[in-house]
């Protein structure tokens, strides 16, 4: 077993039994959900598939930040995959799988990694437990005077958050001791999804950041040959690549050029002129009419229903409806000088002009404002079904979302909305600002807000949608900011545990999402409760509370669709993700 | 005609060092601090502070911009915040021959075409060639970039599958700028073949034209030897002009054919809050522009001595 939580043996016979007994009930579940890969799935080196290609070309419109070095990223890299290590990762079924580490024991004390054997750097230096070591004491920003980095590295909050220290045991084998328990390690520092973290080789680190763009010499499949920082970069296979796992091997293309294409016409022109073999977040009106794997056959192997198909990621995020005037009234209220369960300063809460008198402030209108939304309809309309109403405040397919809550959008209704307005005393409406943001790789936003202002002037609200620059919409959620009253549209990228989602829920957070004092104790609650079952029945509290304040109303879980030539036989990854992943795994015809 | 040059460029100094200042202040105009937008939601108020303290950020605005002017006379305009944090100037330097080389095709394209159509054009006036030389050129002019830049790729790479679409030089080699060329291009065609049409106009109706017309020689001979060849000064002036302009980045342009050029760079830095490589672009693109009116100035006054006087 490769992901063994370990508890006190006393309490070891209880989720025994209960595995057990779930197992009885949900197995027909389970059957159903079947995995195709890899059995379904072409194989490289069989009936005509070549073992090696010369070159695989791929078109995204971003690949997150423009740099390389894992210790001076200012925000996430999506190409970290590919060059460097994460601990552990997850396969195509989305299931953790081995990765640098082929085990992990968790305890309510740290984590036992044990260390691939065979691992090493391009470069011939040993990927062994001290390397680890070095990695996550360098997120920590142990190493930047030596290192000539500047202080602080952005990951070292989270990474000191987490790890107490790190024990190298042997060169095999290392134990990271967490402060308290830490059941996201894994999705956070440990390479399960939305990994944050990717680990590079202490040697070229301890150079300093620009030595480092010389020769990155990572533990990955690909070696960096060409870098040209925001427009593109040209990966060649790293012949000596140790991994040998089915998930994670010796790539079939030789070399791997992405290219950065925010065009998505012209994206789509490369795909077309088969310039590219594969676009990474096709527009869902170009892919509407598209043959789609998932659809035809198997999805992500080539259905072979003409020149181009497609693969779609689901729930690669979420929008949700946020009413901010409530919140700002409930805390403004509260005394100055506060200070959350960890010690750190709740900042002091103010409200807006507007906020002091707005018909938002009123529960009955802003349900109302929700009924009035006929979520189906904006899916299957202005985004031509490749949005998902959800009722949820997390992501399908992630730790903790419950699938009926998730597949159980509020209702439409159309007639109750307008009761409720005339029960509220606004029967002839009234005007109102809204706020969102346009997020690279979670489309649909703009026509979302064209489409709830439609919908409530049934109701005579006459909505004025004001666009913001994304870096300073996030900024406007800030812990005793929350700018974007009295509506905005939130957004959320995916996360693959709603534990961790839920860090925002919480008072002191950089990006608020509704809460209040029971909230704030059950994240606290949450976030050092070390059973998973326990986690689980704990986040559903804390959901059914936040959207029992009708502050919040999810709207829909997006997608990002990849296209493919028919050169492409197939590309085995998750069904869920917030970013392209497992590019190394294409199979493509000569 | 030494003083008029140094003049000329001390003026351009001061016009460099003012367009430093405006650009330093106007992009802070929109306060915050940059390291806000550089670090994730969850940074820790101490990370802020520290990573603020560490660029500086936490220094009086005039201050900053002191450090600014000392390190600029040295010749660092500082590192960037994105962009693996290298010096802007390595950042920016990377990104010029791109620029250069779109900026010079399209000039030719333009001028080449420009030109044609535009002496042809005044030497037969309302001739069915002068016709649709102006309707070209007004179409030229009315069409967005982008719009010329899809349509050339829908038929060139999608259609006939002749030229490739996206990426520089390096990567697609000469076939690579054709495109991208041609659609910054047909936009200065019409620029260029109105100015040249306009003064070949006057030009042909000039005395020594029809003095040279009365000696007998070849139509070809009169319009290329003796009347384009003083029909050209406004023509120089203009070619410099686009030039310039061009230089400064081709932002849509850049963004359709995925070039990798100053014109993305600017877009994404502002994007990004990265002051540093934001303020060495502007800074790049102003000195070229600064360095080119220099150049023309000096010029006409070497043509034309009575400007030196004024």
Avoid at chain 1, 144 to 169: C, D, H, M, R, T
């Amino acid at each position: 077993m490769l992901y063994r939580p370990s508890k006190p043996k006393s309490l070891l016979l209880l989720p025994v039994i209960a595995l057990f007994l779930a197992t009885l009930m949900f197995s027909h579940q389970v059957q159903a959900q079947s995995k195709p890969w890899p059995d379904a799935f072409p194989k490289k080196g069989a009936d005509g598939v070549p073992k090696s290609v010369d070159k695989l070309t791929i078109a995204v419109d971003s690949w997150g930040t423009s740099e390389l070095n894992p210790w001076a990223l200012t925000s996430v890299s999506f190409l970290g995959d590919y060059y460097n290590l994460r601990l552990m990762m997850q396969d195509p079924n989305g299931d953790l799988a081995a990765a640098w580490a082929t085990e992990v024991n968790q305890t309510e004390e740290g984590l036992t990694f044990k260390i691939n054997p065979r691992a090493h750097f391009q470069d011939g230096t040993p990927a062994d437990a001290e390397a680890v070591k070095m990695n996550l004491e360098g997120f920590m920003g142990k190493h930047v005077e030596q290192g000539g980095y500047e202080a602080p590295l952005w990951n070292s909050a989270k990474a000191n958050e987490f790890v107490e220290s790190v024990k190298v045991i042997s060169p095999s084998e290392i134990f990271v001791k967490t402060k308290g328990p830490k059941p996201t390690f894994m999705w956070n520092l440990g390479g399960n999804g939305y990994h944050l973290f990717w680990y590079g080789n202490p040697t070229q680190l301890m150079k300093g950041p620009q030595e480092y763009l010389q020769n990155p010499a990572g533990g990955g499949p690909y070696a960096i040959k060409k870098w040209d920082a925001g427009n593109r970069i040209v990966f060649e296979r790293s012949e000596d690549f140790w991994g040998d796992y089915p998930h994670w091997h010796k790539p079939q293309a030789k070399a791997m050029e992405i290219l950065t294409v925010k065009e998505p016409a012209a994206r789509f022109a490369l795909l077309k002129s088969q310039q590219v073999d594969i676009v990474y977040n096709l527009p869902w009106a170009l892919a509407k009419g598209l043959p789609r794997s998932e659809d035809e056959g198997v999805r992500g192997v080539n259905p072979g229903k003409g020149d181009v198909w497609t693969q779609t990621y689901k729930a690669n995020g979420m929008l949700a409806l946020t009413f901010g005037c409530p919140i700002q009234i409930r805390e403004a209220a509260k005394p100055e000088g506060r200070v959350d369960q960890a010690g750190v300063k709740i900042p002091k809460w103010t409200v807006a002009e507007i906020c002091k008198d707005h018909p938002t402030l009123d529960k009955r209108v802003r349900r109302a404002l929700n009924l009035a939304i006929d979520k189906r309809a904006l899916s299957q309309g202005p985004h031509f079904g490749f949005s998902t109403p959800i009722g949820s405040l997390f992501h399908a397919g992630s730790f903790g979302s419950r699938p009926d809550k998730v597949s159980d959008p509020s209702p439409f209704d159309l007639a109750e909305a307008k009761r409720l307005m005339k029960e509220a005393g606004y029967e002839n409406g009234f005007s109102m600002e809204g706020h969102f943001g346009q997020f690279a790789g979670r489309p649909g936003i703009p026509e979302a807000a064209d489409f709830i202002a439609s919908s409530w002037e049934k109701l005579g609200v006459k909505m004025t949608w004001k666009e913001h620059d994304p870096s300073d919409f996030v900024r406007g959620f800030r812990a005793g900011v929350f700018s974007w009253v009295p509506v905005n549209l939130q957004t959320w990228g995916r996360q693959d545990h709603s534990g961790v989602q839920i860090s925002w829920y919480h008072a002191t957070s950089g990006y608020v999402g509704m809460y209040n004092d029971k909230i704030e104790k059950l994240y606290f609650d949450i976030i050092a409760t070390f059973d998973p079952e326990e986690m689980k029945r704990k986040l559903a509290l804390l959901e059914d509370e936040v959207l029992g304040l009708e502050e919040t109303f999810p709207l829909y879980g997006m997608s990002l669709v990849n296209a493919y030539t028919d050169r492409v036989l197939s590309h085995p990854t998750v069904e869920f993700s917030p970013h392209f992943k497992h590019y190394d795994l294409v199979l493509l015809k000569k | 005609m030494g003083r008029y040059i140094v003049k000329r460029l001390i003026e351009g100094i001061i016009t460099l060092w003012l367009i430093t200042l405006a650009v330093f202040f106007i992009l802070r105009l929109g306060g915050g601090n940059p390291i806000e937008y550089m670090l994730p939601p969850e940074a820790s108020q101490a990370d802020i502070d520290k990573l603020t303290q560490a660029y500086g950020f936490d220094k009086p605005l005039i201050h900053q911009y002191w450090i600014f002017n000392k390190k600029l006379l040295r010749g660092d305009l500082g590192d960037a915040l994105a962009w693996d944090k290298r010096p802007t100037i390595d950042v920016v330097w990377d990104r010029i021959p791109a620029t250069f080389q779109l900026a010079t095709a399209s000039m030719l394209f333009a001028v080449v075409l420009g030109v044609v159509i535009g002496a042809v054009s005044a030497s037969r006036p309302d001739s069915l060639f002068d016709r649709v030389g102006r309707i070209t050129a007004i179409v030229g002019q009315s069409m967005p970039v982008f719009w010329v830049g899809l349509l050339l790729i829908l038929l060139f790479s999608v259609y006939l599958g002749w030229l490739p679409s996206a990426g520089g030089i390096d990567r697609l080699g000469w076939k690579g700028i054709i495109m991208p060329a041609l659609s910054l291009g047909f936009f200065l065609v019409a620029s260029h073949m109105r100015i040249v049409r306009s003064t070949m106009l006057e030009v042909l109706e000039s005395d020594y034209i029809k003095m040279v017309r009365a000696k007998g020689l070849p139509t070809r001979m009169v319009i290329w030897k003796h009347a384009f060849k003083n029909a050209s000064i406004p023509v120089f002036t203009l070619f410099f002009v686009n030039f310039a302009a061009l230089i400064s980045g081709a932002v849509v342009t850049e963004t359709i054919f995925a070039w990798p050029g100053i014109g993305r760079l600017l877009v994404d830095s502002l994007i990004l809050r990265d002051y540093p490589t934001t303020q060495t672009v502007i800074f790049f693109a102003a000195a070229f522009i600064v360095f080119i009116n220099i150049m023309v100035d000096v010029m006409y006054a070497w043509l034309d001595p009575r400007i030196r006087v004024v």
